[in-house]
């Protein structure tokens, strides 16, 4: 068993998962988070596993993951918008808030360090230390980097790491419930919709409102479309109205004449349904989709977590879960072993298994985002016959996931 210091990089749900599962197991920890802002504002929808409300329980930390927007359904919208398969499968789409909360408050406020930006690390045989943007240097014992999908530990201990673009971008609209027309309502707050034209894939669903309000009338409804987009359009929808590119356009500087074109799209593409309440989204953000699978996530007293180990795609829609049962076994690891290298080595091909799975999973179910699909000419009958099955495989994948988390906690 071996306990200390560890310093860990990025205080989201990884960062916080981290935190918990080392302290339950005797550690000292320090939470340094680049970010000065609470984060809780700035999350959406999150699908629920019971293996997340698992970890849960095994903290001591009570968010009930039953708690949200309850989805019986499945539906498939076919290529005349009619939807036409409904499939029981039930889901609950909670808030991102409603776990960051709980654990972001059940950490002691002097181990958790806002404005605190890691810029590099330094480890020799007897321990490691963190060195921040405004010049602090923190010594510990361990470093566990959960600073995300653009981490900074990471290009530190693997050079070669940059996410590689997947080839489309997810566009998101977020619609108030009163704005949904009203004989649309019972449908669409009742499921998951897909609308899968050509070699795109919308998928839609309600979430809890604002300041997670689930009264009906107060809800929020969710669209995620991901399209293809090549690099030189993925270029120009970064650049801003004043004619600077940005690697991710900030969501206030998209500009107007790109929305406008995306929600003429939706008008020509997707069921009618799910296009009216796509045009009606105030703002629609986009994010070019990635994916990365380190081939090591444990460099002596290093360890990656979460989002900064590996980069999936979000079809698989597991990031929080992985990171959560990254975080117990890296605290398993280090009470089971004698040493933190030891343990670090057993972490290491304990969670790679895992994410590679997570990635490699989340690349198939994207390959249905086909730029030469959408441009093959299918008939309409191809056409509804392709997405059904997209649709059926999609319908199936949440239960794929339970079965992958069930026993690793
Ligand atoms: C604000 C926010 C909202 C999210 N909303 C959703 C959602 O609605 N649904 C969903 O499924 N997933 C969401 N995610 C992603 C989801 O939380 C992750 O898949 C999961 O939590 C695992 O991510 P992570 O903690 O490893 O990385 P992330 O959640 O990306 O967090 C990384 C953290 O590290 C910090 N950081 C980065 N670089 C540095 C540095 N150099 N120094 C210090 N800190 C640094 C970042 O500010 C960030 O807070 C969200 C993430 C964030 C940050």
Not at 126 to 137: E, L, Q
Not at 308 to 314: D, I, N, S
């Given at each position: 068993?071996?306990?200390?210091?560890?310093?860990?990089i990025?205080?989201?749900?990884g960062g916080?998962?981290?935190?918990?599962?080392?302290?339950?197991?005797?550690?000292?920890?320090d939470?340094?988070?680049?970010?000065?802002?609470d984060l809780?504002g700035?999350?959406a929808?999150l699908?629920?596993h019971?293996?997340?409300?698992r970890?849960l329980?095994?903290l001591?930390?009570g968010?009930?993951?039953e708690?949200?927007v309850?989805t019986?359904y499945y539906?498939?919208?076919?290529?005349?918008g009619?939807p036409a398969?409904?499939l029981d499968?039930?889901?609950?789409m909670?808030?991102?808030a409603?776990?960051?909360?709980?654990?972001?408050?059940?950490?002691?406020a002097?181990?958790y360090?806002p404005?605190?930006?890691?810029?590099?690390?330094e480890?020799?045989a007897?321990?490691v230390?963190a060195?921040?943007?405004?010049?602090?240097r923190?010594?510990?014992d361990?470093?566990?980097?959960?600073?995300?999908?653009?981490s900074?530990?990471?290009?530190?201990m693997?050079?070669d790491?940059?996410?590689?673009?997947?080839?489309?971008v997810?566009?998101?609209?977020?619609?108030?419930?009163?704005e949904v027309?009203?004989?649309?309502?019972?449908l669409?707050?009742?499921s998951n919709?897909?609308?899968?034209?050509g070699?795109?894939l919308?998928l839609a669903?309600?979430?809890?409102?604002?300041?997670g309000?689930?009264?009906?009338g107060?809800r929020?409804?969710?669209?995620?479309?991901?399209?293809p987009?090549?690099?030189?359009?993925?270029?120009d929808?970064?650049?801003?109205?004043?004619?600077r590119?940005?690697?991710q356009i900030?969501p206030?500087?998209?500009?107007p004449?790109?929305?406008?074109?995306v929600k003429?799209?939706?008008?020509?593409l997707?069921a009618?349904?799910?296009a009216?309440v796509?045009?009606r989204?105030?703002?629609p953000?986009?994010?070019a989709i990635?994916?990365?699978?380190s081939?090591?996530?444990a460099?002596?007293r290093?360890?990656?977590l979460?989002?900064?180990?590996?980069v999936?795609?979000?079809h698989?829609?597991?990031g929080?879960?992985?990171?959560?049962?990254?975080?117990?076994?890296?605290?398993?690891?280090l009470?089971d072993?004698?040493?933190i290298v030891?343990?670090l080595?057993?972490?290491?091909?304990a969670r790679r298994?895992a994410?590679?799975?997570?990635?490699?999973?989340?690349?198939?179910?994207g390959?249905c985002?086909?730029?030469a699909v959408?441009?093959s000419?299918?008939?309409?009958?191809?056409?509804?016959?392709?997405?059904?099955?997209?649709?059926r495989e999609?319908a199936d994948?949440h239960?794929?996931?339970r079965?992958w988390?069930k026993?690793?906690v």
């Amino acid at each position: 068993m071996t306990t200390g210091h560890a310093l860990i990089i990025g205080g989201s749900l990884g960062g916080l998962f981290a935190a918990h599962f080392l302290r339950a197991a005797g550690w000292r920890v320090d939470v340094f988070e680049r970010s000065s802002d609470d984060l809780a504002g700035r999350g959406a929808g999150l699908g629920t596993h019971e293996a997340l409300a698992r970890v849960l329980r095994r903290l001591g930390i009570g968010a009930d993951m039953e708690l949200g927007v309850h989805t019986p359904y499945y539906v498939w919208f076919d290529a005349g918008g009619k939807p036409a398969l409904k499939l029981d499968r039930p889901r609950v789409m909670t808030a991102w808030a409603w776990l960051y909360r709980p654990l972001k408050d059940a950490l002691p406020a002097q181990y958790y360090h806002p404005a605190k930006t890691f810029v590099s690390a330094e480890q020799d045989a007897n321990g490691v230390t963190a060195i921040f943007a405004d010049g602090a240097r923190v010594r510990g014992d361990l470093l566990v980097a959960a600073d995300g999908p653009r981490s900074t530990v990471r290009p530190q201990m693997l050079p070669d790491s940059k996410p590689e673009y997947a080839g489309y971008v997810a566009w998101r609209g977020l619609t108030p419930e009163a704005e949904v027309a009203a004989a649309e309502r019972k449908l669409l707050f009742t499921s998951n919709a897909f609308s899968i034209p050509g070699g795109e894939l919308a998928l839609a669903y309600p979430v809890p409102g604002r300041d997670g309000d689930l009264r009906e009338g107060r809800r929020d409804y969710n669209i995620v479309w991901y399209r293809p987009t090549d690099t030189a359009a993925l270029a120009d929808m970064n650049t801003d109205a004043a004619g600077r590119r940005h690697e991710q356009i900030p969501p206030p500087l998209i500009r107007p004449d790109v929305i406008a074109a995306v929600k003429a799209d939706a008008r020509a593409l997707l069921a009618r349904s799910i296009a009216d309440v796509f045009v009606r989204a105030e703002r629609p953000i986009f994010q070019a989709i990635h994916d990365f699978a380190s081939p090591q996530i444990a460099f002596g007293r290093i360890a990656l977590l979460g989002d900064a180990a590996f980069v999936a795609r979000p079809h698989v829609g597991a990031g929080v879960t992985k990171a959560a049962l990254d975080a117990a076994c890296l605290a398993d690891a280090l009470a089971d072993n004698a040493s933190i290298v030891a343990a670090l080595a057993v972490y290491n091909d304990a969670r790679r298994r895992a994410g590679d799975w997570v990635v490699s999973r989340s690349r198939e179910f994207g390959a249905c985002v086909n730029a030469a699909v959408s441009r093959s000419g299918m008939s309409a009958e191809q056409e509804n016959e392709r997405s059904e099955r997209v649709f059926r495989e999609n319908a199936d994948l949440h239960i794929e996931v339970r079965e992958w988390a069930k026993d690793a906690v």
